[in-house]
């Protein structure tokens, strides 16, 4: 009965290919096609002017209050970019760029953050899930999700993004749990942005790392550089060709900053310093991929103009389409509320359902 | 005193309770530097400190669970939970615990706890963000139930949860937060928990509500009074449970009929409670069925819809009319 130590696995790597500098180390890096690189830049900038482009509108009244995606680009973009089309991706709420990438069109950012639940229909043959909003109450569903794929006998992977704040919940530990072991195929990233809306990641938790309690869990842990997306990419390769092939979960810390506020609703000075947050800005991960493109001329001056003129046009269709269906019968009409809850129209909320009409043709009618 | 909105009626209650009490802690999700998402914790952290107002790690089931076992050991702990839209979370500690250990060691021990939560639609948030779910909590024996619907009465209100010997609920509709002023007295106030309050009396049909549905019945009520010459009795809940069914039946029976308002799902909700109380002990007396304006029975729809789903000024009007139709 002695005393002794117990010999755990206690490696975790982190996890940087291109730095804030854009000085990449070759011998780690992916190897990805100058095209695979252009379609990474270029949804990344779309991700970054839509995201601006919504702030805007939020400013004018004409968009509700929404979580920006800003410097969160590389995260999803870069995993999203490591699984298959018909492989699934499992978001919280800051997954625009590797949802854009996906399918998803802009125009359903837009609607969702308006309010209309059309915004969180996944357009046909994409297998994503739409927006959470109650924290990590995602990730057993992408358990689920993995674990389906498994009895199956299919060869897919799910992708599922939580948030540093996330991690405290009960759900976050329950879904990693399960996935392990039920050896289900689920990648889990977490976004660490430092933050969950004011608290910061030191009083989330005493540990020094997301990555490590995957220890506890008995999986692979690493941290990547979330402001990189060729590390991201990597580590997200890696982690879903083991679950493809039985391996099971990953956990994928990518660490960030939350540039932006946590909504527009909230006020990140009366929480941290400017100083803090102008550190960070220099890493965020546009400015070294275009330096990084730059420097291996994959990009141009002419070539990023262009682009750029596409994406304002492609962003302006998408708002005009999205103002456009705003206005639509179908999205308008009040009835459709019960609609859909369930597969065929209860005959209680069908007398419910004539209530409304009934008030709102009386409505138009009177004098109130 | 002077005037003031709701919001800083509650940050008020909380600054006194805090002062004349040191067994008072705060504890929830950005509730500290902060001072909450709706700045209803303003001033305390930087008056009190992080001892007895603790930003937690996000996690609603550990915020509820922890003051069960802050208020098992003698501390008179106010949980807020950031939207009751998440506070199913911590529905397992409310249910399972809060609610049982009196009853579960015959009185040895007991959770004077407050949770407070805004709840209710009308400020246009996304998903989760603006459910009413009270009715879950009447119908969970061992915790009791508040709704304020203006400053006045929040302070009161918020003093006597924080004074209760046992689980109170405190909700508070956000929409009205800051809609309108009021005077509020300099010295303290408390509303005996499980009174309602006639806030307007009237002998032709009684309008029950309570919260921010209050706007709605209060609005009915003048209208149909100017211009229908139906004279409204209007009863402000402010407590669900338990709830005064005495002032609920003495005004029905005095006007023979009955429209409940809130905007909770129908189906098992507020009113449906209500409805039953008035049918045990005042059926003869009604002149014509009970109606209820409620939220349907869905999902509090995406915001681009939510005011066809909340009721209004008119819908209760609608009702009201009605009744006064069939019963002649």
């Known amino acids: 009965m002695p005393r002794t130590p117990i010999n755990l696995p206690e490696h975790i790597e982190y996890l940087s290919i291109l730095n804030e500098h854009a000085e990449v180390d070759t011998s780690l890096e992916p190897a990805l096609t100058p095209e695979n690189l252009k379609t990474l830049y270029r ?57 854009l990438y996906r399918g998803w069109p802009p125009e359903n950012f837009l609607l969702y953050w308006n309010g209309f639940e059309e915004g969180s229909v996944a357009p046909p043959g994409v297998n994503d899930l739409p927006f959470c909003v109650p924290i990590a109450s995602q990730l057993p569903h992408a358990a689920g999700l993995g674990l389906a794929i498994k009895i199956k006998k299919e060869k897919k992977v799910v992708l599922a993004f939580f948030g540093d704040g996330a991690s405290s919940e009960g759900d976050c530990h329950e879904a990693m749990n399960f996935a392990t072991v039920l050896n289900a195929p689920v990648v889990f990233i977490c976004l660490n942005n430092q933050y969950a809306i004011s608290v910061p990641i030191n009083h989330q938790m005493k540990a020094e790392t997301i990555a490590q309690k995957a220890l506890a869990y008995g999986i692979d842990g690493i941290r990547v550089d979330g402001n990189d997306i060729l590390a991201v990419y990597t580590a997200t390769k890696e982690a879903v060709e083991r679950a493809r092939n039985g391996g099971g979960p990953t956990l994928i810390e990518a660490l960030t900053y939350r540039l932006a506020p946590h909504t527009t609703a909230d006020d990140p000075k009366r929480y941290r310093s400017e100083e803090e947050v102008a550190v960070w800005q220099k890493r965020e991960p546009l400015i070294r991929f275009k330096k990084y493109l730059y420097n291996k001329n994959i990009l141009s001056h002419t070539e990023e103009e262009k682009l750029e003129a596409e994406i304002n046009l492609e962003i302006k269709n998408a708002v005009e389409k999205a103002e456009l269906r705003a206005q639509d019968k179908e999205l308008v009409d009040p009835l459709h509320i019960f609609d859909y809850l369930y597969a065929e129209l209860t005959p209680s909320l069908q007398k419910q359902r004539q209530e409304l009409a009934d008030y709102l043709e009386y409505k138009r009618g009177s004098g109130y | 005193m002077p005037e003031m909105n709701m919001a800083k009626a509650i940050n008020l209650a909380l600054h006194e309770a805090m002062a004349n009490d040191e067994r008072v802690i705060i504890l929830g999700e950005d509730v500290g530097q902060d001072e909450g998402v709706f700045r209803i914790t303003e001033g305390l952290f930087t008056k009190y400190g992080e001892n007895r107002v603790i930003d937690t790690p996000l996690a609603e089931s550990a915020i509820v669970g922890t003051a069960i076992g802050m208020a098992i050991y003698g501390l008179r702990p106010i949980c807020e939970i950031q939207f009751a839209g998440f506070d199913t979370y911590n529905y397992h500690q409310l249910d399972s615990h809060a609610a049982r250990f009196r009853n579960r060691t015959r009185g040895r021990l007991s959770v004077p706890m407050v949770m407070r939560a805004p709840c209710g639609g009308g400020i246009r948030a996304p998903e989760h963000h603006s459910e009413s779910r009270e009715a879950i909590y009447a119908h969970t024996p061992g915790l009791k139930l508040v709704m304020p619907s203006g400053p006045r009465n929040a302070r009161a209100l918020l003093h006597s949860a924080i004074a209760d010997p046992d689980p109170v609920i405190y909700y508070e509709p956000k929409a009205i937060y800051r809609l309108f002023k009021e005077e509020v007295p300099e010295k ?11 806030v307007r009396e009237g002998k032709d049909i009684s309008i029950i509500s309570y919260g921010a549905c209050m706007q709605a019945a209060l609005e009915a009520g003048e209208r149909l009074e100017e211009k229908d010459k139906i004279s409204c009795e209007i009863i402000d809940l402010l407590s669900l449970a338990p709830l005064d069914t005495d002032t609920i039946i003495a005004s029905v029976k005095k006007t023979g009929r009955a429209v409940i308002v809130h905007e909770g799902p129908r189906t098992c909700g507020i009113a449906a409670e209500v409805s039953a109380q008035i049918n045990e002990n005042a059926l003869l007396y009604l002149e014509a069925s009970v109606k209820r304006v409620t939220g349907y029975d869905i999902p509090m729809p995406y915001f681009s819809k939510e005011q066809f789903y909340l009721p209004d000024a008119l819908k209760v009007i609608i009702a009201c009319q009605n009744i006064l139709k069939d019963s002649g």
């Open chain 2, 188 to 198: 303290i106030e408390t509303i005996p928990i499980g009174q309602a309050r006639v």
């Open chain 1, 43 to 99: 949804y990344m900038l779309l991700t970054r002017r839509l995201d601006e482009r919504m702030l805007n509108m939020q400013r004018q009244g004409r968009l509700s209050t929404f979580a920006q995606t800003f410097g969160h680009e590389a995260i999803s973009l870069g995993a999203a970019f490591a699984i298959n089309k018909d492989d699934w991706l499992v978001p919280y709420y800051r997954e625009m760029a590797g949802m």
